[in-house]
Protein backbone atom coordinates (compact mmCIF):
# COMPACT_ATOMS: atom_id res chain seq x y z
CA UNK A 1 0.00 0.00 0.00
CA UNK A 2 1.45 3.38 -0.95
CA UNK A 3 3.11 5.47 2.20
CA UNK A 4 3.90 9.12 2.83
CA UNK A 5 6.72 10.35 0.76
CA UNK A 6 10.28 9.16 2.47
CA UNK A 7 10.93 11.90 4.76
CA UNK A 8 13.99 11.61 6.45
CA UNK A 9 13.14 14.58 8.76
CA UNK A 10 9.35 14.43 9.14
CA UNK A 11 10.17 14.08 13.05
CA UNK A 12 12.77 16.33 13.50
CA UNK A 13 9.90 19.48 14.98
CA UNK A 14 7.82 17.96 17.43
CA UNK A 15 5.31 19.96 18.97
CA UNK A 16 6.30 20.70 22.59
CA UNK A 17 3.30 18.48 24.10
CA UNK A 18 3.66 15.66 22.09
CA UNK A 19 7.22 15.74 22.43
CA UNK A 20 7.54 13.27 25.89
CA UNK A 21 4.98 10.96 24.53
CA UNK A 22 6.96 10.75 20.62
CA UNK A 23 9.84 9.44 22.77
CA UNK A 24 8.13 7.30 25.15
CA UNK A 25 6.52 5.81 21.64
CA UNK A 26 10.37 5.27 20.53
CA UNK A 27 11.28 3.33 23.36
CA UNK A 28 7.90 1.17 23.70
CA UNK A 29 9.06 0.34 20.29
CA UNK A 30 11.94 -1.27 21.09
CA UNK A 31 10.23 -4.35 23.78
CA UNK A 32 7.92 -5.66 21.13
CA UNK A 33 8.68 -9.20 20.25
CA UNK A 34 9.72 -7.88 16.33
CA UNK A 35 12.13 -5.92 17.80
CA UNK A 36 13.57 -8.38 19.94
CA UNK A 37 13.44 -10.90 17.75
CA UNK A 38 15.38 -8.58 15.15
CA UNK A 39 18.28 -8.64 17.54
CA UNK A 40 19.12 -12.28 17.48
CA UNK A 41 18.48 -12.16 13.74
CA UNK A 42 21.43 -9.20 13.77
CA UNK A 43 23.64 -11.41 16.11
CA UNK A 44 23.50 -14.28 13.64
CA UNK A 45 24.11 -11.30 10.26
CA UNK A 46 26.81 -9.65 12.69
CA UNK A 47 28.72 -13.20 13.66
CA UNK A 48 30.19 -14.10 10.23
CA UNK A 49 31.92 -10.66 9.49
CA UNK A 50 34.61 -10.59 11.69
CA UNK A 51 35.49 -14.28 11.54
CA UNK A 52 36.57 -13.74 8.12
CA UNK A 53 37.84 -10.38 8.13
CA UNK A 54 38.96 -8.53 11.75
CA UNK A 55 38.98 -11.99 13.95
CA UNK A 56 41.00 -14.19 10.89
CA UNK A 57 43.51 -10.92 10.78
CA UNK A 58 44.50 -11.59 14.47
CA UNK A 59 44.66 -15.29 13.88
CA UNK A 60 47.04 -15.10 11.15
CA UNK A 61 49.27 -12.75 12.20
CA UNK A 62 49.56 -14.92 15.30
CA UNK A 63 50.00 -17.65 13.20
CA UNK A 64 53.17 -15.27 11.85
CA UNK A 65 51.47 -14.48 8.40
CA UNK A 66 52.87 -11.03 7.29
CA UNK A 67 50.46 -7.61 7.35
CA UNK A 68 50.49 -7.22 3.51
CA UNK A 69 49.38 -10.71 2.60
CA UNK A 70 46.64 -10.03 5.28
CA UNK A 71 45.51 -6.74 4.10
CA UNK A 72 44.77 -8.44 0.45
CA UNK A 73 43.44 -11.35 2.22
CA UNK A 74 40.86 -9.27 3.11
CA UNK A 75 39.63 -9.05 0.08
CA UNK A 76 37.53 -12.06 0.52
CA UNK A 77 34.69 -9.56 2.05
CA UNK A 78 33.93 -8.17 -1.69
CA UNK A 79 31.96 -11.10 -1.99
CA UNK A 80 29.35 -8.59 -0.02
CA UNK A 81 29.81 -6.22 -2.65
CA UNK A 82 28.57 -8.59 -5.26
CA UNK A 83 25.40 -9.99 -3.25
CA UNK A 84 23.52 -7.88 -5.69
CA UNK A 85 23.96 -10.59 -8.44
CA UNK A 86 22.40 -12.95 -6.87
CA UNK A 87 20.19 -10.61 -4.80
CA UNK A 88 16.80 -11.25 -6.89
CA UNK A 89 17.06 -14.86 -7.23
CA UNK A 90 16.72 -14.54 -3.24
CA UNK A 91 13.96 -11.52 -3.72
CA UNK A 92 11.96 -14.11 -6.05
CA UNK A 93 12.80 -17.91 -5.52
CA UNK A 94 10.63 -20.11 -3.27
CA UNK A 95 12.66 -22.85 -1.89
CA UNK A 96 11.29 -26.08 -2.40
CA UNK A 97 9.63 -28.06 1.05
CA UNK A 98 11.30 -25.52 3.10
CA UNK A 99 8.95 -22.18 0.92
CA UNK A 100 6.12 -24.07 2.30
CA UNK A 101 6.51 -24.26 5.82
CA UNK A 102 8.36 -21.04 6.44
CA UNK A 103 7.74 -18.28 3.76
CA UNK A 104 10.62 -16.92 1.23
CA UNK A 105 12.27 -15.00 3.72
CA UNK A 106 12.76 -17.42 6.41
CA UNK A 107 13.15 -20.35 4.19
CA UNK A 108 16.27 -18.59 2.72
CA UNK A 109 17.89 -17.26 6.04
CA UNK A 110 17.40 -20.98 7.21
CA UNK A 111 19.07 -22.29 4.66
CA UNK A 112 22.18 -19.48 4.36
CA UNK A 113 22.34 -20.11 8.75
CA UNK A 114 22.98 -23.84 8.32
CA UNK A 115 25.74 -23.28 5.21
CA UNK A 116 27.86 -20.81 7.80
CA UNK A 117 27.72 -23.77 10.53
CA UNK A 118 29.00 -25.97 8.05
CA UNK A 119 31.48 -23.28 6.72
CA UNK A 120 32.83 -22.08 10.01
CA UNK A 121 33.59 -25.89 10.81
CA UNK A 122 35.40 -25.85 8.00
CA UNK A 123 37.58 -23.12 9.21
CA UNK A 124 37.78 -24.53 12.44
CA UNK A 125 39.57 -27.47 10.92
CA UNK A 126 42.19 -25.83 8.79
CA UNK A 127 46.10 -24.69 10.02
CA UNK A 128 46.78 -21.20 8.34
CA UNK A 129 50.58 -22.23 8.77
CA UNK A 130 49.98 -25.62 7.20
CA UNK A 131 46.76 -24.81 5.13
CA UNK A 132 46.42 -21.04 4.07
CA UNK A 133 45.21 -21.64 1.07
CA UNK A 134 42.35 -23.79 1.89
CA UNK A 135 41.40 -21.60 5.01
CA UNK A 136 41.27 -18.71 2.44
CA UNK A 137 39.00 -21.16 0.23
CA UNK A 138 36.52 -21.79 3.27
CA UNK A 139 36.09 -18.01 4.46
CA UNK A 140 35.69 -17.38 0.75
CA UNK A 141 32.33 -20.58 1.46
CA UNK A 142 31.48 -18.38 4.54
CA UNK A 143 31.41 -15.10 2.93
CA UNK A 144 28.58 -16.30 0.06
CA UNK A 145 26.59 -17.73 2.87
CA UNK A 146 26.75 -15.14 4.76
CA UNK A 147 25.80 -12.12 1.91
CA UNK A 148 23.22 -14.21 1.49
CA UNK A 149 21.99 -14.26 4.35
CA UNK A 150 21.79 -10.44 4.99
CA UNK A 151 19.70 -10.43 1.40
CA UNK A 152 16.86 -12.79 3.42
CA UNK A 153 17.47 -10.65 6.43
CA UNK A 154 16.89 -7.21 4.95
CA UNK A 155 13.85 -8.12 2.69
CA UNK A 156 12.95 -9.72 5.58
CA UNK A 157 13.42 -6.58 8.28
CA UNK A 158 12.09 -4.29 5.76
CA UNK A 159 8.93 -6.02 5.07
CA UNK A 160 8.10 -6.44 8.65
CA UNK A 161 7.60 -2.73 9.90
CA UNK A 162 6.36 0.40 8.23
CA UNK A 163 8.39 2.85 7.25
CA UNK A 164 7.84 5.29 10.46
CA UNK A 165 9.17 2.43 12.49
CA UNK A 166 12.67 1.49 10.20
CA UNK A 167 14.80 3.52 11.92
CA UNK A 168 13.88 1.96 15.40
CA UNK A 169 14.02 -2.00 13.87
CA UNK A 170 17.54 -0.81 12.19
CA UNK A 171 18.25 0.53 15.48
CA UNK A 172 17.67 -3.12 17.33
CA UNK A 173 19.32 -4.62 14.62
CA UNK A 174 22.18 -3.37 14.40
CA UNK A 175 22.50 -3.72 18.12
CA UNK A 176 22.30 -7.46 17.65
CA UNK A 177 24.24 -7.19 14.59
CA UNK A 178 27.27 -5.10 16.72
CA UNK A 179 27.07 -7.65 19.48
CA UNK A 180 27.58 -10.71 17.22
CA UNK A 181 30.58 -8.56 16.01
CA UNK A 182 31.64 -8.12 19.51
CA UNK A 183 31.57 -12.03 20.17
CA UNK A 184 33.16 -13.20 17.07
CA UNK A 185 36.22 -10.46 18.00
CA UNK A 186 36.23 -10.45 21.55
CA UNK A 187 34.50 -13.58 22.08
CA UNK A 188 36.57 -15.52 19.95
CA UNK A 189 40.10 -14.06 21.14
CA UNK A 190 38.59 -15.07 25.03
CA UNK A 191 38.11 -18.62 23.93
CA UNK A 192 40.99 -19.06 22.05
CA UNK A 193 43.05 -17.92 25.02
CA UNK A 194 40.93 -19.96 27.53
CA UNK A 195 40.92 -23.13 25.31
CA UNK A 196 45.28 -22.03 25.03
CA UNK A 197 45.21 -21.89 28.67
CA UNK A 198 44.01 -25.96 29.13
CA UNK A 199 46.57 -26.97 25.89
CA UNK A 200 50.52 -26.79 25.86
CA UNK A 201 51.96 -23.85 24.40
CA UNK A 202 53.10 -24.90 20.78
CA UNK A 203 49.43 -25.84 20.25
CA UNK A 204 47.53 -22.21 19.83
CA UNK A 205 46.44 -23.21 16.45
CA UNK A 206 43.68 -25.94 18.45
CA UNK A 207 43.00 -23.27 20.63
CA UNK A 208 41.82 -21.16 17.37
CA UNK A 209 39.96 -24.70 16.16
CA UNK A 210 37.82 -24.51 19.48
CA UNK A 211 37.18 -21.02 18.94
CA UNK A 212 35.95 -21.60 15.55
CA UNK A 213 34.00 -24.37 16.78
CA UNK A 214 31.84 -22.58 19.28
CA UNK A 215 31.08 -19.77 17.06
CA UNK A 216 29.30 -22.48 14.44
CA UNK A 217 27.12 -23.24 17.58
CA UNK A 218 26.18 -19.69 18.17
CA UNK A 219 24.88 -19.56 15.17
CA UNK A 220 22.12 -21.16 16.49
CA UNK A 221 20.55 -18.00 18.46
CA UNK A 222 19.70 -16.88 14.74
CA UNK A 223 18.38 -19.98 13.76
CA UNK A 224 16.32 -19.99 16.54
CA UNK A 225 15.30 -16.57 15.50
CA UNK A 226 14.27 -17.55 12.21
CA UNK A 227 12.48 -20.79 13.09
CA UNK A 228 10.08 -18.82 15.89
CA UNK A 229 9.30 -15.30 13.91
CA UNK A 230 6.39 -14.62 11.86
CA UNK A 231 6.40 -14.81 8.28
CA UNK A 232 5.95 -10.88 7.27
CA UNK A 233 3.63 -9.73 4.46
CA UNK A 234 5.54 -10.58 1.59
CA UNK A 235 4.80 -8.56 -1.86
CA UNK A 236 2.95 -11.00 -4.44
CA UNK A 237 3.79 -9.20 -7.50
CA UNK A 238 5.83 -6.31 -8.98
CA UNK A 239 4.28 -2.70 -10.23
CA UNK A 240 4.03 -4.38 -13.49
CA UNK A 241 1.29 -7.12 -12.81
CA UNK A 242 -0.52 -5.33 -10.13
CA UNK A 243 -3.46 -4.55 -12.87
CA UNK A 244 -3.29 -8.42 -13.46
CA UNK A 245 -3.00 -9.43 -9.51
CA UNK A 246 -0.45 -12.09 -10.78
CA UNK A 247 3.06 -12.66 -10.14
CA UNK A 248 4.89 -12.04 -13.81
CA UNK A 249 8.02 -14.10 -11.57
CA UNK A 250 6.21 -17.28 -11.72
CA UNK A 251 2.99 -16.94 -14.59
CA UNK A 252 3.69 -19.42 -17.54
CA UNK A 253 2.67 -17.07 -20.06
CA UNK A 254 5.63 -14.69 -19.37
CA UNK A 255 8.95 -15.64 -21.61
CA UNK A 256 12.19 -16.71 -19.93
CA UNK A 257 13.60 -13.09 -21.50
CA UNK A 258 10.78 -11.26 -19.76
CA UNK A 259 11.29 -13.06 -16.60
CA UNK A 260 15.25 -12.46 -16.55
CA UNK A 261 14.31 -8.34 -17.06
CA UNK A 262 11.91 -8.83 -13.74
CA UNK A 263 14.18 -10.08 -11.88
CA UNK A 264 17.59 -8.24 -13.11
CA UNK A 265 16.40 -5.40 -14.41
CA UNK A 266 13.35 -4.29 -12.86
CA UNK A 267 14.52 -3.52 -9.40
CA UNK A 268 17.23 -0.96 -10.46
CA UNK A 269 15.58 0.53 -13.21
CA UNK A 270 12.76 1.09 -10.62
CA UNK A 271 15.44 2.43 -8.39
CA UNK A 272 16.74 5.02 -11.22
CA UNK A 273 13.40 5.76 -12.24
CA UNK A 274 12.40 7.42 -9.18
CA UNK A 275 15.64 9.42 -8.52
CA UNK A 276 16.93 10.00 -11.63
CA UNK A 277 20.07 11.92 -12.26
CA UNK A 278 20.05 12.16 -8.24
CA UNK A 279 20.40 8.15 -7.85
CA UNK A 280 24.27 9.09 -9.00
CA UNK A 281 24.88 11.44 -6.11
CA UNK A 282 22.90 9.37 -4.13
CA UNK A 283 25.14 5.88 -5.24
CA UNK A 284 28.02 7.85 -4.28
CA UNK A 285 27.50 8.78 -0.68
CA UNK A 286 26.56 5.13 0.14
CA UNK A 287 29.45 3.93 -1.51
CA UNK A 288 32.23 5.95 0.85
CA UNK A 289 29.74 6.41 3.69
CA UNK A 290 31.57 3.89 5.95
CA UNK A 291 34.98 4.03 4.08
CA UNK A 292 36.40 5.17 7.09
CA UNK A 293 35.66 2.69 9.24
CA UNK A 294 36.03 -0.40 6.66
CA UNK A 295 39.44 0.43 5.51
CA UNK A 296 40.70 0.85 9.34
CA UNK A 297 39.31 -2.05 10.65
CA UNK A 298 41.61 -4.53 8.50
CA UNK A 299 43.63 -3.49 10.28
CA UNK A 300 42.73 -2.99 13.84
CA UNK A 301 43.45 -6.60 15.42
CA UNK A 302 47.01 -6.79 14.00
CA UNK A 303 47.23 -3.38 15.15
CA UNK A 304 46.40 -4.37 18.77
CA UNK A 305 48.88 -7.79 18.09
CA UNK A 306 52.12 -5.54 17.39
CA UNK A 307 51.33 -3.47 20.45
CA UNK A 308 51.55 -6.00 22.42
CA UNK A 309 47.71 -6.30 24.02
CA UNK A 310 46.74 -9.80 24.89
CA UNK A 311 43.76 -11.50 23.52
CA UNK A 312 42.53 -11.21 27.09
CA UNK A 313 42.85 -7.59 27.25
CA UNK A 314 41.41 -6.92 23.78
CA UNK A 315 38.36 -9.33 24.91
CA UNK A 316 38.17 -7.99 28.37
CA UNK A 317 37.92 -4.37 26.60
CA UNK A 318 35.30 -4.81 23.90
CA UNK A 319 33.31 -7.33 25.64
CA UNK A 320 32.51 -5.19 28.61
CA UNK A 321 32.71 -1.33 27.16
CA UNK A 322 32.77 -2.20 23.88
CA UNK A 323 29.12 -3.82 24.40
CA UNK A 324 28.02 -1.41 26.89
CA UNK A 325 28.61 1.90 24.25
CA UNK A 326 27.63 -0.63 21.24
CA UNK A 327 24.15 -1.05 23.13
CA UNK A 328 23.93 2.79 23.89
CA UNK A 329 25.23 3.97 20.57
CA UNK A 330 22.70 1.83 18.45
CA UNK A 331 19.83 2.72 20.88
CA UNK A 332 20.95 6.38 20.72
CA UNK A 333 21.12 6.12 17.17
CA UNK A 334 17.81 4.56 16.52
CA UNK A 335 16.10 7.01 18.45
CA UNK A 336 18.15 10.20 17.42
CA UNK A 337 16.55 9.31 13.81
CA UNK A 338 12.97 9.09 14.72
CA UNK A 339 13.48 12.33 16.60
CA UNK A 340 15.90 14.78 14.20
CA UNK A 341 15.44 12.99 11.37
CA UNK A 342 17.95 10.55 9.39
CA UNK A 343 19.72 12.71 7.77
CA UNK A 344 21.00 15.03 10.83
CA UNK A 345 21.97 11.87 12.66
CA UNK A 346 23.90 10.51 9.43
CA UNK A 347 25.63 13.56 9.50
CA UNK A 348 26.82 13.01 13.17
CA UNK A 349 27.23 9.63 12.58
CA UNK A 350 29.87 10.32 9.88
CA UNK A 351 31.75 13.13 11.77
CA UNK A 352 31.88 11.05 14.43
CA UNK A 353 33.68 7.73 12.89
CA UNK A 354 35.80 9.78 11.56
CA UNK A 355 37.38 11.23 14.83
CA UNK A 356 37.20 8.04 16.34
CA UNK A 357 40.02 7.02 13.87
CA UNK A 358 42.09 9.95 15.27
CA UNK A 359 42.06 8.34 18.67
CA UNK A 360 43.67 5.27 17.03
CA UNK A 361 46.25 7.29 15.91
CA UNK A 362 46.81 8.82 19.25
CA UNK A 363 46.88 5.31 20.71
CA UNK A 364 49.65 3.93 18.51
CA UNK A 365 52.32 6.24 19.99
CA UNK A 366 51.35 5.56 23.64
CA UNK A 367 52.85 2.37 25.08
CA UNK A 368 51.30 -0.15 26.10
CA UNK A 369 48.12 1.35 27.61
CA UNK A 370 44.61 -0.18 28.43
CA UNK A 371 43.16 2.76 30.21
CA UNK A 372 43.87 4.24 26.96
CA UNK A 373 42.95 1.19 25.15
CA UNK A 374 39.55 1.41 26.82
CA UNK A 375 38.74 4.94 25.58
CA UNK A 376 39.56 4.56 22.09
CA UNK A 377 36.95 1.81 21.99
CA UNK A 378 34.25 3.11 23.82
CA UNK A 379 34.52 6.17 21.50
CA UNK A 380 34.74 4.34 18.16
CA UNK A 381 32.24 2.00 19.34
CA UNK A 382 29.97 4.64 20.33
CA UNK A 383 30.07 6.38 16.87
CA UNK A 384 29.45 3.21 15.11
CA UNK A 385 26.52 2.64 16.63
CA UNK A 386 25.09 5.78 16.02
CA UNK A 387 26.39 5.98 12.94
CA UNK A 388 25.26 2.15 11.39
CA UNK A 389 21.54 2.72 12.94
CA UNK A 390 20.79 6.14 10.55
CA UNK A 391 22.51 4.59 7.27
CA UNK A 392 20.07 1.42 7.66
CA UNK A 393 17.66 3.19 8.30
CA UNK A 394 18.32 5.85 5.33
CA UNK A 395 18.76 3.01 2.64
CA UNK A 396 16.07 1.26 3.90
CA UNK A 397 13.97 4.21 3.38
CA UNK A 398 15.40 3.99 -0.49
CA UNK A 399 13.74 0.53 -1.34
CA UNK A 400 10.60 0.12 -2.77
CA UNK A 401 9.05 -3.33 -1.14
CA UNK A 402 8.63 -4.95 -4.29
CA UNK A 403 12.02 -4.93 -4.67
CA UNK A 404 13.17 -4.76 -0.94
CA UNK A 405 15.83 -7.80 -1.18
CA UNK A 406 17.40 -6.67 -4.66
CA UNK A 407 17.45 -2.93 -4.12
CA UNK A 408 18.51 -3.10 -0.30
CA UNK A 409 21.47 -5.58 -1.39
CA UNK A 410 22.72 -3.11 -4.38
CA UNK A 411 22.70 -0.32 -2.08
CA UNK A 412 24.67 -2.35 1.00
CA UNK A 413 26.97 -3.72 -1.91
CA UNK A 414 27.59 -0.05 -2.84
CA UNK A 415 28.48 0.60 0.78
CA UNK A 416 31.42 -1.81 1.00
CA UNK A 417 32.63 -2.31 -2.38
CA UNK A 418 35.07 0.39 -3.03
CA UNK A 419 36.17 0.70 0.78
CA UNK A 420 36.72 -2.86 1.24
CA UNK A 421 38.83 -3.03 -2.56
CA UNK A 422 40.77 0.32 -0.83
CA UNK A 423 41.70 -1.61 2.96
CA UNK A 424 42.79 -4.49 0.93
CA UNK A 425 46.09 -2.19 0.65
CA UNK A 426 46.28 -1.37 4.61
CA UNK A 427 48.79 -3.44 5.06
CA UNK A 428 50.87 -2.66 2.48
CA UNK A 429 50.63 1.08 3.41
CA UNK A 430 51.30 0.04 7.03
CA UNK A 431 54.30 -1.59 5.88
CA UNK A 432 55.60 1.57 4.59
CA UNK A 433 54.28 4.76 6.31
CA UNK A 434 53.31 3.00 9.66
CA UNK A 435 50.32 2.96 11.74
CA UNK A 436 50.20 6.54 13.11
CA UNK A 437 49.97 7.35 9.63
CA UNK A 438 47.60 5.33 8.51
CA UNK A 439 44.99 5.93 10.84
CA UNK A 440 44.95 10.07 10.41
CA UNK A 441 44.37 9.29 6.64
CA UNK A 442 41.41 7.13 7.34
CA UNK A 443 40.11 9.36 9.77
CA UNK A 444 40.71 12.18 6.54
CA UNK A 445 39.63 9.79 3.98
CA UNK A 446 35.75 11.01 5.88
CA UNK A 447 35.78 14.38 5.09
CA UNK A 448 34.16 14.29 1.54
CA UNK A 449 31.66 12.00 3.00
CA UNK A 450 30.43 15.36 5.33
CA UNK A 451 29.82 17.38 2.04
CA UNK A 452 27.97 14.60 0.39
CA UNK A 453 25.74 13.65 3.25
CA UNK A 454 24.96 17.12 2.72
CA UNK A 455 24.67 17.73 -0.50
CA UNK A 456 22.90 14.37 -1.82
CA UNK A 457 21.20 12.69 1.41
CA UNK A 458 18.35 15.85 1.29
CA UNK A 459 17.41 14.72 -2.17
CA UNK A 460 16.04 11.37 -0.95
CA UNK A 461 12.85 13.21 0.64
CA UNK A 462 10.97 14.07 -2.59
CA UNK A 463 10.47 10.62 -3.54
CA UNK A 464 8.34 8.05 -2.26
CA UNK A 465 9.13 4.97 -0.03
CA UNK A 466 6.55 2.61 -1.65
CA UNK A 467 5.61 -0.05 0.72
Not at 422 to 427: E, K, P, Q
Request: net charge neutral; with cysteine.
Amino acid sequence: MPQQPFNSDEHSNPAPKGRLRAWAQSAKWYLSPMSLRMVALGFSAGLPLLLVLGTLGFRLRESGIDRTTIGFLSWVGLVYAFKWLWSPLVDSLNLPWLGARLGKRRAWLLLSQCLLVLGLIGMASLDPSQQLSALVGAALFVTLASATQDIALDAFRIESAPAENQGALAAMYQTGYRLGMIWAGAGALWLAQRAQDHLSGHQASQAWQVSYLLMAASMGVGILATCLSHTPQESASTPDSADQNTNPIITVKTTWLERCERLLIAPFKDFFARFGWRALLILLLISTYRISDIVMGVMANPFYSDMGYSKDEIAMVSKVFGVVMTLFGAFLGGILTQQWGVIRVLMWGAALSALSNLLFAWLSLLDHQVWALVGVICADNLSGGIASAAFIAFLSGLTRIEYSASQYALLSSLMIAAPQWLAGFSGLFVDHFGYTQFFIATALMGLPVLVLVAWAAPMTQTPAHTR
